[in-house]
């Protein structure tokens, strides 16, 4: 075999591998483009599942009747506008608490001090001034719970200010969560029903949205409030003003003894 020959069979030979490699990386190139597809789509999988799992459990908060808390007050309560007063004029320490239906803080909070709080209202020596205001507008699905919360507090504080306790802690007991499905308007109305609310003008209140206006404005005006002036403003609930300052709740843990020690 000549020269010529040789170079030309080594030629194809070469050729041959060549088109044997390039196939065989075309086969592994489309194995991991549909590894790489099939990894992708059970990511989507895993986050939507994911989504929804989250969902459906947020849901399952509010899918029922909203359950009863009774702390049983014995002290007075008057509603002024957009503030509840809860608590004898005579008390030695008088705080107010701002506070979201919807924050998760908030509920915190309520589970802390809750009982506290009602131990020193009965015993007389704790008035509270409560400002519930609508600031998580936007993070219930639909958007609003925060705002037809605190507006159905002050339709309750209105028709019957002494199941207004009772219905401040209901709402914390079984709290919504953020993103999920709040309370609806008729479970809140069967709330106060629940805690023997009567009449109709409190659920027309309720649906109607009587008291939104006044909430806005407090809730727009917040900063201007006393406390919060010295404070650098309004930063978010949970926030409680004693004495006409801002408590620092997170180091101050014995914040709420302290009330009880000044003369």
């Known amino acids: ?57 947020d849901n399952s908060v509010t899918a029922n009747a909203i359950p009863k808390v009774q702390v049983n007050p014995t002290y007075p309560v008057t509603r002024d506008n957009a503030v509840v007063v809860a608590g004898k004029d005579t008390a030695k320490a008088t705080v107010d608490l701002y506070a979201d239906f919807l924050c998760p803080g908030c509920g915190g909070f309520e589970k802390q001090f809750g009982g506290q709080i009602q131990d020193k209202l009965n015993s007389g020596e704790l008035k509270v001034r409560y400002h519930m205001l609508p600031m998580l507008v ?5 958007e609003g719970y925060s705002l037809d919360s605190a507006n159905a507090a002050l339709a309750v504080a209105k028709a019957a200010p002494e199941k207004f306790p009772d219905f401040f802690a209901s709402l914390y007991g079984k709290q919504p969560k953020e993103n999920g499905a709040g309370y609806t308007k008729d479970q809140l109305i069967q709330l106060a029903r629940d805690l023997g609310v009567t009449g109709e003008d409190f659920a027309n209140d309720i649906r109607n949205g009587a008291n939104n206006q006044a909430l806005q404005d407090s809730f727009a ?43």
Do not use: C, H
């Open 221 to 263: 005006n917040v900063d201007n409030d006393p406390g919060f002036k010295d404070a650098g403003g309004f930063t978010g609930t949970p926030a409680v003003v004693a004495g006409g300052k801002k408590v620092d709740l997170q180091n101050t843990p014995t914040w709420f003894e302290d009330l009880f020690k000044q003369p």
């Open 138 to 142: 936007k993070l219930s699905r639909p």
């Open 1 to 57: 075999m000549g020269g010529a020959e040789r170079n030309a069979r080594k030629r194809k030979q070469d050729a041959a591998a060549a088109a044997k490699a390039m196939a065989s990386a075309r086969k592994s190139d489309r194995t991991k483009m549909w590894v790489g597809v099939g990894v992708v789509v059970v990511i989507a999988a895993a986050i939507f599942g994911g989504i929804y799992f989250t969902a459906q459990t």
